[in-house]
């Protein structure tokens, strides 16, 4: 009774003041955020920021999306900004790029983007290269995204890795993003980029959950194109991998490193341009170097980062030759058991690892 008199004489401010020192403040809880998600947002965020952006391709209004990607973007943006294509992949990529070059920034969403290749002289001719021939005076910004890579269960036509062909070609940029946080900037980076940007998902990563940082959660909120980053900081060995190999690296990480075993995973974050001095850096470091990729072997992503690393002053602080762990180099097999054969699992990258480290 003596405290509540006291408080009664005081102030408000001061009474006030002093309540709220009674209670503990904790850090908000972390905010968990699906990769779909993350996409939508980024999207939606770009949407309302910018009119000139718009959606086409199949599936991705009325529907939401085949994926659920765009859930919601149809009713809050309407048709002129939503737009359901019929299944043309050439017609309606061709369509996006003729926006980009009138001054619309299209987002093309390709169902798979096994289907792109009905689409990659639009790709290709009419997007990658309209600024250099046009002696830079005709840019074309423009977005093409959807699922890349390996699925599940859905055999050759429908699990090609199209990183390296895509990362191949110059005017183009290619972005492959693992995480949620990764997801979301990118987007938010190609959708302002004035070049034409590829980006690479995983249609099995889109419901993972990641924790998404609260700078990642502001509307301003990008990654640059053409930086990689070091997920786990490592002394023994450096592995690069992007999209869903990351994880599974990190994985492969936690198992080695309790047989004392350090490594450095870097996610690539984006093929092209490629972030060479993130990897040379780590190389220098840790003396090895082991490339992850859900692709093919032959003119790989892999590929391409033994050779830069060979061309490049991180070579002579190499102490073994680099290791690459891809894809199988067949078409890929229906049956599950030929399948998870197929692509690179924990076990492999383990085994890569120890291989160049001869353990």
């Known amino acids: 009774m003596a405290v509540v008199a006291v408080l009664v004489r005081r102030p408000l401010e001061q009474v006030s003041g002093l309540l709220r020192r009674q209670f503990h403040r904790t850090a908000p809880a972390a905010l968990q955020v699906t990769v779909r998600e993350a996409i939508n947002q ?3 965020e770009e949407l309302e920021r910018d009119e000139k952006v718009f959606l086409l391709g199949e599936e991705v209004a009325q529907y939401d999306g085949a994926y659920k990607v765009s859930r919601g973007l149809w009713k809050k943006y309407g048709d002129k900004r939503i737009i359901d294509t019929p299944i043309s992949e050439m017609g309606f990529a061709g369509i996006a790029v003729g926006a980009a070059m009138a001054g619309l920034r299209p987002i ?3 169902m798979t983007f096994n289907f792109s290749m009905q689409a990659i002289d639009q790709v290709i001719n009419s997007a990658a290269k309209t600024y250099y021939m046009s002696g830079g005076l005709q840019s074309v910004p423009i977005v093409f995204r959807g699922p890349n890579g390996a ?6 036509q429908h699990s090609q890795c199209f990183a390296a062909w895509y990362g191949h070609c110059p005017g183009l940029k290619v972005v492959s993003p693992w995480s949620s946080e990764d997801a979301k900037g990118l987007i938010k980076s ?3 980029d004035n070049n034409p940007v590829v980006m690479l998902e995983n249609e099995l990563m889109y419901g993972v959950p990641f924790e998404l940082p609260s700078e990642a959660q502001s ?8 930086k990689a980053k070091i997920e786990r900081q490592g002394t023994h060995v450096t592995i690069v991998a992007h999209s869903r190999p990351v994880g599974h690296c990190l994985e492969a990480a936690t198992v080695l490193s309790k047989e004392g075993i350090e490594c450095e995973v ?3 974050r984006t093929i092209r341009p490629m972030d060479i001095e993130t990897i040379e850096a780590s190389v220098m470091k840790t003396n ?3 490339t992850v990729e859900g692709g093919w072997p032959q003119f790989g992503v892999g590929a391409e980062i033994c050779a830069r690393i060979m061309e490049g002053p991180a070579f002579n602080f190499l102490d073994a030759p680099a290791v690459r762990v891809t894809g199988a180099d067949v078409p890929m097999p229906y049956a599950k058991i030929l399948e998870d054969n197929s692509v690179p699992q924990v076990k492999d990258i383990i085994f890569a690892i120890k291989k160049t480290l001869n353990i």
Do not use: Q, T
């Open 266 to 268: 870097i996610n690539l």
């Open 108 to 110: 093309c969403e390709f």
């Open 219 to 226: 509307k301003d909120f990008l990654i640059p194109i053409g």
């Open 151 to 156: 699925s599940a269960g859905v055999a050759a």
């Open 42 to 44: 980024g999207m939606d």
């Open 190 to 192: 190609a959708i302002r």
């Open 288 to 290: 090895h170097l082991v």
